[in-house]
């Protein structure tokens, strides 16, 4: 038995780590719909705010949490990844000893 095929989702791993890496450096391309339209909705609002001469808490406040929450998602993801890569892994590993105990030496 060779090595468990994990490939697919150390990609996935890799690819979800470079969206976690840009979403902590606010670039938008890893974003989902909703989260791009509660970030440019509080940005929106805030801009409106700042034109009027206005306080731009809640904006910033808003903006802060849609990036959070983003941030929250790829964190799962990732691990949920991770978990499964994990876990392919160790069922891999169980059936080699399985395998392996049950040959006549």
Excluded: C, F
Excluded at 28 to 57: C, F, K
Excluded at 85 to 90: D, I, K
Aim: charged letters at 30%; hydrophobic letters at 35%.
């Amino acid at each position: 038995m060779g090595k468990p095929d994990t490939r697919r989702l150390d990609r996935e791993i890799q690819q979800t780590s470079r969206k976690l890496e840009a979403v902590q450096q606010r670039e938008m391309w890893p974003l989902n719909g909703a989260e791009r339209r509660a970030i440019l909705g509080a940005m929106a609002g805030g801009s409106y705010r700042v034109v009027r001469g206005r306080s731009t808490d809640r904006a910033e406040r808003r903006l802060e949490t849609a990036w959070n929450a983003a941030q929250t998602r790829l964190i799962a993801e990732l691990t949920a990844l991770q978990t499964e890569r994990q876990r392919v892994v160790n069922e891999h590993a169980k059936a080699k000893a399985a395998k392996k105990s049950s040959g006549w030496w």
